[in-house]
């Protein structure tokens, strides 16, 4: 809705309630059925500011109305001038409000996923298309590497490993777009992926000057995962977060055991994410770095979505961000990754 269409119906619905209000003042001391009359008109308004904004600024036009609408019933002498009459219209104008509000609203977010997995299903038709194209480049180009080694071009080798593994990474993240395939989940405790790659984020806070800090969950987080995709968001989210917080700052990774789920949170002490950015963070395509393609979050979120999992972002601005994943916990009906002959069975 552009700003202009937006000013135009709050200037109809303001427009509305002051001719209502100058026809339900106009009888004072008129008749009754003028009275129900001016009454009932004021739903227009109410009705159209929660059909075109939404719950908020319905409940907002119920409110002023109600306060216009109280004083002239009040000094009147009729029938709907008793204390408990005004407080049940008052209620009445509030209710219809908050009820065609909430299911504006609620129409609208359902709008916004539908559109949501519709785009997602046609950028992954699409990198599906561009990964099997750049995974037929990328299997040239490692002949052509090796034809090189053949020929000894030590002095390209190094700069052309660099683009290799580059291209390798963006292959890879355009294929996470592909339409959702069955994942195989297991029972695997959360807090053993993260132990084992504890010492390599180490030595990348390290050579950073970051503070790197684990806080793990006492009573373990075992959980319905794949062990490589979920190792795979958590390296991402952990670049990110490296490559955003200043040396002599701290990175906290926690884990939390709660009901259902398990959470994992991935703390960084970085510039933070802008208002305005948070809902777009793991939008495909949107990038706050200049170099970056924006793909890496939407990437993150299109496999924890696909395991059932999900993640969100947090971030007060100056004051870093926080990562938050949410993984469903263990069932008895998956197989058990810490017993490899089990998990074959």
């Not at 298309?129 to 590497?145: C, F, I, N, S």
């Not at 684990?214 to 979920?230: Q, R, T, V």
């Not at 993150?300 to 969100?312: E, F, Y």
């Amino acid at each position: 809705m552009s700003d202009f269409v937006k000013l135009f119906k709050v200037a109809m619905i303001v427009i509305l309630v002051a001719i209502i209000t100058a026809l339900h003042y106009g009888t004072m001391h008129g008749r009754l059925e003028l009275h129900i009359l001016h009454r009932e008109l004021y739903f227009i308004p109410i009705l159209l500011a929660s059909f075109w904004f939404g719950i908020k600024f319905g409940l907002v036009t119920s409110v002023v109305v109600s306060i216009i609408y109280v004083p002239q019933v009040h000094f009147s002498n009729t029938p709907q001038s008793t204390t408990l009459t005004i407080g049940f219209q008052i209620l009445i104008f509030i209710l219809v409000a908050i009820i065609l509000g909430y299911l504006v609203d609620r129409q609208k977010r359902r709008q916004q996923e539908v559109l949501g997995i519709e785009n997602m299903a046609l950028l992954g038709r699409a990198a599906t298309a561009v990964g099997h194209e750049m995974q037929d480049l990328l299997a040239a180009l490692k002949r052509l590497a090796g034809k090189g080694r053949e020929l000894k071009w030590t002095e390209l080798e190094g700069d052309f490993e660099g683009e290799m593994a580059r291209l390798e990474k963006m292959v890879e993240t355009l294929a996470s777009f592909a339409p959702k395939e069955s994942v195989q989940l297991f029972s695997y405790d959360l807090n053993l992926i993260i132990r084992e790659k504890l010492n390599e984020y180490k030595k990348l806070a390290n050579k950073a000057g970051v503070k790197l800090e684990a806080k793990l969950d006492e009573n373990g987080c075992p959980s319905e995962i794949n062990i490589e995709k979920i190792g795979g968001v958590i390296d991402q989210i952990m670049k990110n977060a490296l490559e955003v917080t200043d040396a002599g700052k701290m990175i906290q990774i926690r884990t939390h055991r709660k009901g259902s789920y398990c959470t994992l949170e991935i703390e960084d002490e970085g510039p933070g994410i802008k208002p305005e950015h948070l809902p777009k963070m793991f939008t495909p395509f949107f990038t706050t770095k200049k170099m970056g393609q924006g793909l890496a979050l939407a990437s993150c979120r299109k496999v924890l979505r696909d395991m059932g999992c999900d993640i969100q972002a947090g971030s007060e601005q100056g004051k870093g961000a926080t990562f938050t994943v949410t993984i469903p916990r263990e069932s008895s009906g998956k197989p058990l990754a810490v017993n490899p002959i089990a998990t074959v069975i």
